[in-house]
T-cell receptor
Framework: QQQVKQSPQSLIVQKGGIPIINCAYE??????FPWYQQFPGKGPALLIA?????SEKKEGRFTISFNKSAKQFSLHIMDSQPGDSATYFC??????????FGTGTRLQVFP | DADVTQTPRNRITKTGKRIMLECSQT?????MYWYRQDPGLGLRLIYY???????NKGEISDGYSVSRQAQAKFSLSLESAIPNQTALYFC???????????FGPGTRLLVL
């Protein structure tokens, strides 16, 4: 049973575009929602994270939008660059306990 | 030097063989995790340990076992490997007071 559903599975955009990756969850006890970025041949690394007491968080060109009532959160990448090409995973956890990951989105940004 | 290291980085083995994947960390973290990554399935938790004497099963622990030899070392064993265990395996660490998990570079395992 997939507790965190992620879409789309893959995404292709041109440089400067704004890719959006969506995640939905069922367990209302989740209180921490991170996004991890993984480059080929590397392990995932934390990109940005949010807690449900805020609806949006920005770090540089990366923004998380959080909708608690809909149990959804999304990652927006402003002014995307070829260097942003990677696989992105959303995740959720309770009290910083074990993370439940989404299935991943492979993003390709073309020049 | 990398904070989280995994050995071997690549391994080919045969069905029925016992294999051990090792993870070491120099971050001083008390929590360690083992995940497997499969295309289209994301990262799934196999086992996790919050300190040396604490071992917990994750969502896909069948066919795997672990050993926490020290705070810095966490090993994953496949007692009798099967082709279905062909995957990319990641070790991760975190501090108890911090949400961020730090991942190693991964071990690519092929079971023939």
């Amino acid at each position: 049973q997939q507790q965190v559903k992620q879409s789309p599975q893959s995404l292709i955009v041109q440089k400067g575009g704004i890719p959006i990756i969506n995640c939905a969850y069922e367990n209302t006890a989740f209180d921490y929602f991170p996004w991890y970025q993984q480059f080929p041949g590397k392990g995932p690394a934390l990109l940005i994270a949010i807690r449900p007491d805020v609806s949006e968080k920005k770090e540089g060109r990366f923004t998380i939008s959080f909708n608690k009532s809909a149990k959804q959160f999304s990652l927006h990448i402003m002014d995307s660059q070829p260097g942003d090409s990677a696989t992105y995973f959303c995740a959720a956890s309770i009290n910083t306990d074990k993370l439940i990951f989404g299935t991943g989105t492979r993003l390709q940004v073309f020049p | 030097d990398a904070d989280v290291t995994q050995t071997p980085r690549n391994r080919i083995t045969k069905t029925g063989k016992r294999i051990m994947l090792e993870c070491s960390q120099t971050k001083g973290h008390d929590r360690m995790y083992w995940y497997r990554q499969d295309p289209g399935l994301g990262l799934r938790l196999i086992y996790y340990s919050f300190d040396v004497k604490d071992i917990n099963k994750g969502e896909i622990s069948d066919g795997y076992s672990v050993s926490r030899q020290a705070q810095a070392k966490f090993s994953l064993s496949l007692e009798s490997a099967i082709p279905n265990q062909t995957a990319l395996y990641f070790c991760a660490t975190s501090a108890g007071w911090e949400e961020t998990q730090y991942f190693g570079p991964g071990t690519r395992l092929l079971v023939l």
